[in-house]
């Protein structure tokens, strides 16, 4: 008896080896966006900066209850700029974590605005990669690594 063949005359691809190739492929992508995120992370540690005034800091926010607002200005080139400190999505907000943010940065206080020398409207206080950018890149390559372990030893 001959095996099944299709219509077309290609054999057919064995679903697990199919899921197999999506798993090793979504892994292979949260490796490239993980290390996307770490390279934005480390550009701004070469961004220059300028001195900033904390305009606005409360431990709150229009978006998140549990998220503190920490609102910036700066000057490059005589322009004057104002930003919001922007939190990493995945950010675990809590009271304790809006309250250290508010500590950290009274209204008033004078601070390095790091700027993209690029884009100066491009602003942080905290340049570098989060400390939890990482995990995004290390869980891609366990899960490219996972997947080409069970690629190897399906057969």
């Not at 949260?30 to 300028?50: F, N, Q, V």
């Not at 005034?53 to 080139?77: C, R, T």
């Not at 995945?90 to 209204?107: E, F, I, R």
Request: charged content about 15%; aromatic content about 10%; overall charge negative.
């Amino acid at each position: 008896m001959e095996s099944p063949l299709p219509i077309t005359g290609v054999p057919c691809l064995n679903p697990y080896i199919i899921i197999l190739i999506l798993f090793l492929l979504g892994g292979l992508g949260t490796t490239i966006w993980g290390w996307t995120i770490i390279a934005r992370g480390k550009r701004t540690l070469k961004w220059p900066a300028a001195e900033g005034v904390i305009e606005k800091s409360q431990p709150s926010s229009e978006g998140d209850d549990l998220l503190p607002e920490i609102i910036f200005s700066y000057s490059v080139a005589g322009r004057r700029y104002q930003r919001t400190l922007e939190f990493p999505s995945g950010t675990n907000p809590t009271q304790a974590l809006a309250a250290s943010y508010v500590d950290k940065y009274p209204v008033g206080a004078k601070v390095p605005a790091y700027y993209n020398p690029h884009q100066p409207d491009q602003a942080t206080l905290e340049p570098g990669p989060g400390r939890d950018d990482w995990l995004i890149f290390i869980l891609g390559i366990v899960v490219t690594v996972i997947g080409i372990g069970f690629l190897i030893f399906s057969g």
